[in-house]
């Protein structure tokens, strides 16, 4: 199955040729937990508790417990997941006033085990 392309905080992506771009395997995956990652909880009317608001907390008191338990529960609800193979978080602080969020998945379609990073 394939799906839009769409890079979070922009408008759909464009193909080569100027119309819409279309993904699939593990980018559509990525995709899709940027999307889970970044979207607040409760905003997406059809499914109330989808989402993390991983933005949201940009400027609060760092809560890594808390962040590592959301990501790994937000990953055990995205299809693309192999939820048969562990999920790894990884929080660290390479500046003062700045983390990093290493999370290293399986992809459910390729087999391959995938790294998706975040800063603030």
């Known amino acids: 199955m394939s799906a839009l392309s769409h890079t979070m905080g922009g408008d759909l ?63 055990h609800d995205e299809a693309g997941v192999d939820q048969t193979q562990p999920v790894t978080v990884a929080i660290t602080n390479p500046k003062i006033g700045a983390y990093l969020l290493s999370i290293s998945y399986t992809d459910a379609t390729t087999g391959a085990v995938q790294e998706l990073t975040l800063t603030t």
């Open 13 to 75: 992506d464009l193909s080569g040729t100027g119309g819409v771009a279309v993904v699939t395997g593990a980018e559509q995956t990525r995709q899709a937990l940027l999307r889970r990652l970044c979207t607040n909880a409760g905003a997406y009317i059809w499914q109330l508790d989808y989402g993390a608001g991983l933005p949201a907390r940009v400027g609060a008191v760092m809560d890594e417990a808390g962040i590592r338990s959301l990501v790994l529960e937000q990953m």
